[in-house]
């Protein structure tokens, strides 16, 4: 589990792919021989990777094809710029939000521009992911937690502090570059937990669940109320 806070921009050392898989190697001031450990999670980009060997301040590790496919991570190069973040300990703060690690989908940047002290960001989404991105809810862009400022049909907004633009790898993204997005994970559940049907036996549901049903909040009380 990640919060969205990258700790260091790291650079790629070396990056080898196969047909459907590769193999990654990633210099960071964060990662260090006795506090880094083989099997652990670490995110690039916001994709969350396991640790296969850690010399001095380099890490590997290796990315499946189902990685490769759904994020941007085949497009790096040796001296690319990545975000990292190690996982959040059990007694960590949670300075960001929620942050699985698992990419939903890759976005492209349609326009940066100056607001005041803030740059903002327009990035194009897949349409079947933008109905989880609202307007003030969390979004993680390459690993970086964010507050969404608009969402349409196929884009969203997001606005960084300067602080946030020179500490990640944002700072070097134009117009055309692509970002790894991960949705807040509760809009995925709450969707999953909406379109399973209930399950019964052949003459009906269980009576246990029966009982649970008959005081579950359903889609209809939701509108009804408001939601």
Same mark, same amino acid.
Do not use: W
């Given at each position: 589990?990640?919060?969205?806070? @990258? ?16 193999? @990654? ?8 021989? /006795?506090?880094?450990?083989? +099997? ?21 590790? /290796? ?12 497009? *790096? ?11 959040? &300990?059990?007694?960590?703060? !949670? ?11 890759? +976005? ?14 327009? @990035? ?34 997001? #606005? ?5 633009? #020179? ?13 790894? *997005? ?14 399973? &049907?209930?399950? +019964?036996?052949?003459? +009906?549901?269980?009576?246990? /669940?029966?009982?649970? #049903?008959? #005081?579950? @909040?359903?889609?209809? !009380? ?6």
């Amino acid at each position: 589990m990640f919060t969205g806070i @990258i700790e260091d921009v790291g650079t790629v050392t070396s990056l080898r792919c196969g047909v459907d898989s590769a193999s @990654i190697a990633v210099s960071s001031s964060v990662v260090v021989t /006795d506090r880094t450990r083989v +099997g652990e999670s670490i995110a690039v980009n916001g994709v969350c990777l396991t640790v296969t060997s850690v010399h001095g301040t380099t890490f590997t590790a /290796d990315v499946m094809h189902e990685t490769l496919r759904r994020s941007s991570l085949g497009s *790096l190069r040796r001296g690319s710029h990545v975000n990292v973040e190690r996982a959040m &300990p059990a007694d960590g703060r !949670f300075s960001g939000h929620l942050v699985s690690g698992h990419i939903d989908g890759v +976005g492209t940047v349609e326009s940066v521009t100056t607001d005041g002290i803030a740059t903002s960001y327009a @990035i194009g989404a897949p349409k079947p992911l933008m109905r989880f991105i609202a307007r003030k809810g969390s979004i993680t862009v390459d690993g970086i937690s964010l507050t969404v400022t608009f969402a349409d049909e196929c884009s969203f907004g997001v #606005s960084v502090i300067p602080h946030t633009a #020179s500490h990640t790898v944002l700072a070097e993204r134009r117009t055309g570059d692509l970002v790894n *997005l991960e949705i807040d994970p509760i809009a995925r559940y709450v969707q999953r937990l909406m379109s399973m &049907p209930e399950i +019964g036996d052949a003459g +009906g549901r269980h009576h246990a /669940d029966k009982d649970a #049903s008959e #005081s579950a @909040i359903t889609e209809s !009380f939701l509108r009804s109320h408001g939601f």
